[in-house]
T-cell receptor, first 112, second 115 residues
């Protein structure tokens, strides 16, 4: 499976934008870039996903590099509730049902 | 909206006992996944089922087994429990073939403590 690399931790101030980077240099053409986050003692929560183009939804934006070897999750205005571990995961829908293989995510701390 | 339902939420078992966790996927979801998350660790994929057939297998111990039933709910059976099996077990579900990329939705998890 193609792997991703994320910083272990990041800090942000409340109401400021947060840019969470992810490197995936071995991504294949059929890999989707998924982002999930996990709040303490809760199940992982879907945030956003994309293939080639930048994506926006009510939670966040996903900026994908032109060569697809990296991507950035953007939280436009961090809140205390956004403090969580954020996972960048490559998911291939071919063959199996596209299981999520979690690596080491980024622990985001948000300061008031 | 209905979410993935897991039961029980908390379970305490002794070593060498057996435990069964249940998972009820979101309505119309046909794929179920099981994950194990030990203290301070990232979720580890155990096994998945699509249309009641095993579709993929991860790091599931031989002491564990799972199945998906005709109503799409799934059960994870764990036997000869060891202290190291103490973890949070997540079930997740998705609906194959939906353009949205069959997003995987997770339940709140079942806490298993082995003493």
């Amino acid at each position: 499976d193609a792997k991703t690399t994320q910083p272990n931790s990041m800090e942000s101030n409340e109401e400021e934008p947060v840019h969470l980077p992810c490197n995936h240099s071995t991504i294949s053409g059929t890999d989707y870039i998924h982002w999930y986050r996990q709040l303490p003692s809760q199940g992982p929560e879907y945030v956003i996903h994309g293939l080639t183009s930048n994506v926006n939804n009510r939670m966040a934006s996903l900026a994908i590099a032109e060569d697809r070897k990296s991507s950035t999750l953007i939280l436009h205005r961090a809140t205390l509730r956004d403090a969580a571990v954020y996972y960048c995961i490559l998911r291939n829908y071919g063959g199996s049902q596209g299981n999520l293989i979690f690596g080491k995510g980024t622990k985001l701390s948000v300061k008031p | 909206a209905a979410g993935v339902i897991q039961s029980p939420r908390h379970l305490i078992k002794e070593k060498r006992e057996t435990a069964t966790l249940k998972c009820y996927p979101i309505p119309r979801h046909d794929t179920v996944y099981w994950y194990q998350q030990g203290p301070g660790q990232d979720p580890q994929f155990l096994i998945s089922f699509y249309e009641k057939m095993q579709s993929d297998k991860g790091s599931i111990p031989d002491r564990f087994s799972a199945q998906q039933f005709s109503d799409y709910h799934s059960e994870l059976n764990m036997s000869s429990l060891e202290l190291g099996d103490s973890a949070l077990y997540f079930c997740a579900s998705s609906r194959t073939g939906v353009y949205s990329g069959n997003t995987i939705y997770f339940g709140e998890g079942s806490w298993l403590t082995v003493v």
